[in-house]
Nanobody, 127 residues
Framework: QVQLVESGGGLVQAGDSLRLSCAAS????????MGWFRQAPGKEREFVSA????????YYADSVKGRFTIWRDNAKNTLYLQMNSLKPEDTAVYYC????????????????????WGQGTQVTVSS
């Protein structure tokens, strides 16, 4: 059974940092693009960041550019997101996602690009 399990969320104050992890099991995603999305209450799920299978390319939403960093460790089958200078508007459930197709050429910012999703981890930033 394929699973993506996020961890590292929590309650922090504005300006603090958090590191999210996404551990994949059941299959290797070393040849698959992966990404982070988030969903705030009453809002649609939105793109946060993505990384190509080889880590050659990374992508960020404008709202997090310069504050968040994505990377992956294919040997550990794990995806990470370092979040610095957190703001109250970063409050959301953060989801890890993986494209089911190896070496695909899709648009990594699209929700429908990904076929595997984690259960999410809550990030709450107080002002």
């Amino acid at each position: 059974q394929v699973q993506l399990v996020e961890s590292g969320g929590g309650l922090v104050q504005a300006g603090d940092s958090l590191r999210l992890s996404c551990a994949a099991s059941g299959r290797s995603f070393s040849r698959n693009h992966m990404g982070w999305f988030r969903q705030a209450p009453g809002k649609e799920r939105e793109f946060v960041s993505a990384i190509s299978w080889s880590s050659t390319s990374t992508y960020y939403a404008d709202s997090v550019k310069g504050r968040f960093t994505i990377w992956r460790d294919n040997a550990k089958n794990t995806l990470y997101l370092q979040m610095n200078s957190l703001k109250p508007e970063d409050t959301a459930v953060y989801y890890c996602a993986a494209d089911g197709r190896p070496y695909s050429g899709g648009t990594l910012t699209r929700v429908d690009m990904y076929s595997y999703w984690g259960q999410g981890t809550q990030v709450t930033v107080s002002s």
